[in-house]
């Protein structure tokens, strides 16, 4: 339990780093991940420290990295993962590293852009064949069926010596041809109309391939154009449109002839091009191929760097300037293991003079470190959700262990529900080394994560189920009932017991639609079931009311016990931070408040209980009543529990009333008290210390003096007080608020516990109602089509029960039992103002690609 | 829109006005300038820019660094942000959003105009339009040789249309009449956004027109400031001020009468608003100028917009913001590459 009760001793620890090896040593250190550095340099602006320069280097070697790793990505070439990641690399090596990545960042570069340039090229001479390939359509439309130059008629109709005729007109006729993207056709023609006036002609058709687009690499799709138009300055226009809209202008052929080489010539370039692009992409395969291989260490290696370098600048240089000294928080049974691997980094780099630590004393807080196991890890952070513990405070943890999944069960009750939960935490569990299970996400991962949680939540939903007797609803007979039926039939008893008591004939059996087991008829009761709820009361139509009863005070009872052991813990605190007086004045008095008024009830609780027996059960007082009656002083008499219970309820009552006053003054006071006059531990040095006190030195001289005595232990808290600003205004706020709270909390708390009961009924009832809404339904179909039904109903009734039932009901009774631990049980003990700590290690960044891609 | 917008605002745009806040979280502080201040080279500079919400906006950026290279980035980034919103937005906030871009579709019209007139390549001068009044037909402008050209031709479909009514003249565009064209639109584009701020209602005309009013009043006394010592006659000088402000109409009217700085700023006396910052303008050499006074007070306006909610006048004071946290970070870049330390000073503060 040691280091799950209490969070470890730390201590703050001086580094003196060689400057030839700091490097050496901290990379040691983050392979281990012993320390947590404190930043020495905080009023520094980050690119004032020392290693600025460095960390600049790592951050353009990422940059090239990066650029490596979305190249090899693009190119579809699988990146191995490391199984191990390297240690960071050795700075001799670094400047090699970095030069070797500079270069093939170049070549890279490099290759690719004539890669680019080359698809480019190919990708203007497709358009410029696909142009010419359906403009050659529209000239022949144009002239054909448009007889817009009628002051010149063709000489003949024949398509095949258009261009002779447009020659003729050449004078005036120009030609401008492209393509353009599909979304800016519309508006380029408008513009082209407005802008022209109408003396331009526009065809255009749409290309039935859809090309890629060299500016952004989208393959949409495109119009081929021709524009024909008359005169010099309509022309100049025309292209400084086409310009605006980024069309892709090429040379319109006059000729027949000319069209045919150039499309010829077009093909050889094309097939040319291919076969020095396929060399190209070959070669850029290749070098990425390469870099594939290593990529993954170096982009660790770069990682552990940069990490290095952001510890090394919070570090700072001592006079001399040779060497390091950094602050860090160790855990105390590190320290040997920090040693060690300081020695271990001098060892590496051949340094002279070895870097070595010493522990320095503080005054300030450390951070909080408790370890933990893949088991009490989802505990721990349950825990930590509220606040990360204060330095060496009682960790709630250990208790949640066990208290969180017995209270979700309280409210879980049922064996069935418990047993399917159970099943699937225990297939986590199974499987928890599954890579799979690992990274998956978001709802998954909450799963996972809380895989041990669930399987005790499981567990103890078996035991309360069992306990509760419910299983789906239905209660087991695994004994046998101790009530027996048969013994009610006046039949089977002797003439006297007929008379005194109201017995079962046949008459009666079929008259009356309700009948009433009495426990008093000898016989009918044989004695309490072995384990939970008897199973007849699964039958029985007062079963609602007879569970309530028994629901209620055990919510009561359980919630009392949590809450003053949580009051208990509290004296643990005291106790570790020497604050004796805290124990007596606070503690006491609120464990005395909390016992006399709730303590006593679930006194009353267990005695009706054990003393009422079924005879005498008419007579028994109502426990609620009494209660009541303790507060009020009822002037008529009652019979009451027991002999004697008015004076023993006035006494708790004497107690309740004094402990309030205690609670609200008594710790103020008795810190005024020790401020002003100091005069509690011991006569004779009271009055040195009078004669003394404006002098603060002394004062603390006298601390240590009394530390070397080893005396009187409340003396070291009473000193840490006088040290701080005393207030006592303030301190007597804080109390009185403090007190409030728990006076008032105490019932409120109590009250907030009886959310088990009202938990556990809805589960009940909401699983009661399923049954009888589903199952029974179905199997109450007579047999022929019964059978055909009950598969159906089985069905929805297994989807309803998890998903209703398991995962909305166990999602809420998680919820609420977080609650009760929260709220309830940890605001009696649990500060949880505490600092986590973070060591410097390698194992907490990431080794994904994905994040230094993103 | 009726009255009372906490109602319904948040159901079309709780979403982008809860994100443009968060945005504004990231503007950044005075402690970051006096950090940027202190910069030694422009590496600095990214460094420093990384610690913030600019992140490793420049990571991707081969060296050597330079100002426009960062002036280019963060436009980039501001445009993209603003893409976001605009692409969200529901009516009427998109109108509202294109009313915003048609200040900056205003100034690229007229860049690309100057350009072709001094016969510069429209490339060259695409690079220098600010991405946020970019427009498909913004590369055909200089087909236009007069500015009922342009509009037939070029702007009729873009939302610079309506703004023409007044400046449809037949005369050519030379480097004079390309200025009072832009003053023109400019005007008409004010007073039709102070028209739609007003019609809207609600928080945003409470927010918006006091924000509009000044940028008109501004653009007054600057067009007055500017045409000391020029051809502009006092008539057509007058027929440039934007009618939307606090100054209309006596105060327009003086201004058109000032001949010089201090007559200038006897009409600014006669108004609350502008006397204290006519004050604060320091003559000679030492103080500040009378530019960099109007930028603080609009600083101040928009930072008070974000105090309100409910209204549009965020997205405006946000973008307006951030382009004085641009300039306020090019001005320190230039001032350190060019080792002109004595001036580095002299930004504007937002937060």
Same mark, same amino acid.
């Given at each position: ?31 281990? *991940? ?68 500079? &270069? ?107 090309? #890629? ?41 006059? +000729?027949?002839?000319?069209? &045919? ?101 503080? =005054? ?24 990360? *513990? ?41 499987? #928890? ?40 609803? =239905? ?114 008095? #609120? ?46 008499? +009652? ?37 002003? !006059? ?24 006298? *601390? ?12 070291? !808290? ?26 008032? !909390? ?37 047999? +022929? ?42 605001? &009696? ?18 080794? &994904? ?6 | ?83 976001? %919103? ?174 010089? %700085? ?90």
């Amino acid at each position: 339990m040691g280091s799950l009760f209490r969070s470890e001793t730390m201590c703050l620890a001086q580094l003196f780093l060689q400057s030839g090896t700091a490097y050496e040593c901290l990379s040691a250190l983050g392979e281990k *991940g012993l320390v947590q550095f404190r930043d020495l340099n905080q009023n520094v602006s980050s690119f004032q420290r020392k290693f600025v320069g460095e960390v600049k280097r790592c951050e353009e070697l990422e940059r090239i990295l990066a650029y490596l790793v979305q190249e090899i990505n693009r190119a579809d070439i699988p990146l191995p993962e490391g199984e191990t990641s390297p240690p960071a690399p050795p700075l001799k090596q670094v400047l090699e590293m970095q030069e070797q990545l500079q &270069k093939l960042e170049v070549e890279l570069r490099e290759v690719t852009k004539n890669k680019e340039k080359l698809r480019k090229n190919l990708l203007e001479l497709i358009e410029y064949t696909h142009m010419l390939r359906v403009t050659k359509t529209f000239v022949k439309r144009n002239v054909e069926f448009e007889p817009t130059y009628e002051e010149f008629p063709p000489l003949e109709n024949d398509s095949l010596l258009d261009y002779s005729c447009m020659q003729r007109l050449g004078a005036k006729l120009g030609f401008v041809s492209g393509l353009i993207n599909q979304g800016k056709v519309e508006a380029f023609e408008k513009m082209l109309w407005r802008v022209c006036k109408g003396y331009t002609i526009v065809t255009y058709a749409e290309l039935d391939e859809p090309l #890629e687009d060299p500016e952004t690499g989208e393959v949409i799709k495109w119009y081929v154009f021709l524009i024909s138009f008359w005169g010099e300055q309509i022309g100049h226009k025309v292209k400084k449109i086409c310009d605006c809209y980024h069309c892709h202008v090429y040379p319109y052929p006059n +000729t027949a002839e000319e069209r &045919k080489e150039i499309q010829e010539g077009l093909n050889t370039r094309i097939q040319d091009l291919y076969t020095v692009l396929h060399k190209t992409e070959d070669y850029l395969r290749q070098v990425l191929c390469k870099a594939a291989e290593s990529v993954y260490s170096h982009v660790i290696q770069v990682k552990k760097m940069k990490a290095i370098y952001h510890m090394l600048n919070m570090c700072s240089f001592d006079v001399t300037n040779k060497c390091l000294i950094a602050e860090v928080w160790c855990p105390e049974a590190n320290l040997h293991d920090l040693r060690r691997a300081l020695e271990d980094g001098s060892r590496e780099s051949g340094a002279t003079i070895p870097s070595f630590m010493n522990t320095i004393p503080t =005054k300030e807080t450390p951070p909080t470190l408790i370890r933990t196991n893949k088991f009490t890890e989802g505990f721990q952070n349950i825990v930590d959700a509220y606040g990360v *513990g204060s330095y060496r405070e009682v960790n709630p943890a250990v208790f949640t262990i066990v208290t969180f999944p017995f209270l979700f069960a309280v409210m879980f009750g049922d064996f069935g529900h418990g047993f399917v939960m159970f099943l699937f935490a225990l297939l986590l569990v199974l499987n #928890e080394n599954h890579p799979r299970l690992k990274q998956s996400q978001e709802i998954m991962r909450m799963f996972f994560n809380g895989r041990y949680i669930l399987l005790l939540m499981g567990l103890f939903s078996v035991y309360t189920g069992l306990i509760y007797n419910d299983c789906f609803s =239905k209660s087991v007979n695994l004994f046998g009932s101790g009530w027996n039926v048969s013994a009610m039939y006046s039949s089977s008893h002797g003439p006297a017991e007929r008379r005194r008591t109201v017995l079962w004939n046949d008459s009666v059996v079929r008259r009356s639609r309700v009948l009433q087991l009495d426990p008093s008829v000898p016989g009918v009761f044989q004695g309490p079931y072995p384990l939970g709820i008897d199973p007849i009361w699964n039958l029985a139509t007062n079963r609602l009311t007879f569970l309530n009863s028994f629901k209620m005070k055990m919510s009561v009872i359980l919630g009392i016990i949590h809450m003053t052991f949580g009051v208990i813990l509290g004296i643990f605190n005291h106790l570790h931070f020497r604050k004796k007086f805290n124990i007596y004045l606070v503690s006491v008095p #609120e464990l005395l408040f909390m016992l006399c008024i709730f303590g006593y009830l679930i006194f009353m609780i267990v005695y009706k209980w054990l003393v009422y027996s079924a005879e005498t059960s008419r007579v028994a007082p109502s426990i609620l009543i009494e209660f009541i009656n303790m507060f009020l002083f009822p002037a008529s008499e +009652t019979n009451g529990l027991y002999a004697g219970q008015e004076h023993v309820q006035r006494l708790l009552l004497a107690v309740t009333a004094l402990s309030v006053p205690v609670l609200f003054l008594g710790k103020p006071l008795f810190l005024l008290w020790l401020h002003n !006059g100091r005069s509690c531990f011991g006569v004779s040095r009271s009055g040195y210390t009078l004669i003394r006190k404006d002098s603060e030195e002394e004062v603390s001289l006298l *601390g240590s003096q009394d530390i070397e005595e080893g005396n009187n232990q409340m003396e070291d !808290g009473c000193r840490e007080m006088t040290c701080e600003e005393f207030n006592f205004g303030e301190i007597l706020m804080t109390q009185v608020i403090h007190s409030i709270e728990y006076c008032l !909390g105490c019932i409120s708390n109590t009250a907030s516990y009886l959310r088990l009961w009202a938990l556990s009924l809805a589960h009940a009832q909401l699983s009661d109602v399923l049954w009888t809404m589903l199952v029974r339904v179905g199997l109450r179909v007579d047999t +022929t089509y019964g059978v055909l039904l009950l598969l159906p109903v089985i069905a929805l009734f297994a989807v309803l029960t998890i998903f209703i039932l398991l995962i909305m009901e166990g999602l809420s009774a998680f919820l609420h039992a977080i609650r009760l631990h929260w709220v309830e049980f940890q605001n &009696k003990f649990y500060v949880g103002a505490g600092t986590k700590f973070v060591p410097f290690s390698f194992r907490l960044l990431s080794s &994904k690609f994905s994040d230094d891609v993103a | 829109m009726l009255e009372g917008a906490e109602f319904y605002f948040n159901v079309d745009h709780g979403y982008l006005e809860g994100l443009v806040r968060g945005c504004k979280a990231s503007l950044l502080t005075q402690q970051d300038y006096i950090n940027l201040v202190q910069c030694e080279t422009l590496e600095d500079v990214k460094i420093h820019l990384q610690t913030t919400d600019y992140g490793n906006f420049l990571a991707n950026e081969t060296n050597p660094l330079t100002v426009s290279k960062i002036d280019m980035e963060m436009r980039k980034k501001l445009c993209r942000e603003f893409e976001y %919103f605009r692409n969200h937005s529901l009516e009427p906030l998109s109108t509202f959003f294109t009313y915003m871009t048609c200040s900056y579709m205003i100034d690229n019209v007229i860049l690309l105009m100057n350009g072709a007139l001094q016969k510069k390549s429209v490339k060259e001068i695409l690079a220098k339009c600010h991405p946020l009044g970019r427009f498909t037909e913004m590369e055909a402008v200089n087909i236009a040789e007069t500015p009922s050209d342009l509009f037939n031709a070029v702007l009729v479909e873009t939302p610079l249309a309506p703004f023409f009514q007044d400046c449809m003249s037949e005369n050519t565009l030379d480097e004079l009449n390309i200025e009072l064209l832009r003053n023109k639109l400019y005007k008409s584009y004010l007073e039709a956004f102070y028209k739609f701020c007003k019609n809207h209602g609600d928080v945003t005309a409470e927010i918006m027109c006091p924000i509009l009013e000044f940028e008109a009043d501004r653009r007054a006394f600057i067009i007055t400031l500017n045409s000391f010592g020029t051809e502009l006659s006092k008539d057509d000088r007058e027929t440039l001020y934007p009618t939307c402000g606090k100054l209309y109409p006596e105060g327009l009217r003086l201004l058109a009468q000032a001949e010089d %700085f201090d007559q200038m700023r006897r009409v600014a006396e006669h108004y609350g608003v502008y006397k204290p910052l006519f004050e604060a303008v320091g003559d000679g050499s030492g103080g500040k100028t009378l530019e960099d006074v109007f930028y603080e007070h609009e600083v101040q306006m928009n930072v008070l917009a974000f105090n309100r909610q409910f209204h549009y006048g965020v997205f405006y004071a946000y973008t307006k913001l951030k382009e004085q946290e641009m300039r306020n970070i090019v001005w320190i870049a230039e001032c350190i590459s060019q080792r002109h330390r004595t001036k580095i000073n002299s930004y504007i503060p937002i937060l």
